[in-house]
């Protein structure tokens, strides 16, 4: 877990280390390897257009279209282990969710840079609900106001869970990791505004 003091700031984070078995989360990465419509979309930047460097996927109830750097998310429909997925992430979080974007770190090469997600969408105080499969990976908040940093050791089966506030005041990222083989798969389930289903989001 997170070692916080009082006098220094805390992100509105629960983490769950052990919401799903070895078991069940191995099985599932197996699972959405081949059951999962990955693709990989590219980003403008002052370098000229490149790649993101991950694999995506986009799935929700319908009509709920995400975009963000210019990529524009048609919703997929759910899948049965996404589903199922879906289904312990609301009952572990005590919150409904009607999307969620899958990243595919096929390696350490893969990574992702800090940012929150902080849109419109996604209301004022979004519920963004993290589950991670396959390779352990570094998980940092920083917070806006004063550097402040905490890492988190993201586990396969583990849940995190980040709340209030959170995206209003901290960013965070993957970091990439020199040397790492092994894949990772994580799956953000957030709501997004019945009203305000096109604007823009990361992830």
């Avoid at 805390?10 to 052990?18: A, E, L, S, T």
């Avoid at 995400?66 to 609301?90: C, D, F, H, K, Q």
């Avoid at 589950?131 to 988190?152: I, K, P, Q």
């Amino acid at each position: 877990m997170l070692d916080l003091f009082d006098d220094v700031p805390k992100p509105d984070i629960d983490w769950y280390p052990n919401c799903l078995t070895p078991a069940v989360a191995a099985d599932s990465l197996r699972q959405l390897t081949d059951e999962v419509a990955w693709r990989q979309d590219w980003i403008n930047t002052p370098r000229g257009r490149i790649p993101l460097p991950r694999l995506t996927a986009w799935q929700g109830d319908p009509d709920v279209v995400y975009v963000y750097s210019g990529i524009v998310n048609m919703p997929a429909r759910w899948t049965p282990t996404v589903l199922a997925l879906r289904r312990i992430v609301e009952r572990v979080a005590v919150t409904r969710f009607n999307s969620v974007l899958l990243n595919r770190y096929r390696h350490g090469k893969d990574g992702m840079g800090w940012h929150a997600d902080d849109e419109a969408s996604l209301g004022q105080q979004p519920i963004i609900g993290s589950l991670s499969l396959g390779a352990a990976r570094t998980f940092e908040l920083r917070h806006n106001a004063t550097g402040v940093m905490h890492r988190l050791r993201l586990t396969s089966g583990s849940l995190l869970v980040m709340r209030g506030r959170t995206q209003a005041e901290w960013k965070h990222r993957v970091p990439k990791a020199a040397g790492l083989a092994a894949e990772r798969l994580n799956l953000t389930f957030r709501w997004i505004e019945p009203t305000q289903r096109t604007a823009a989001g990361r992830a």
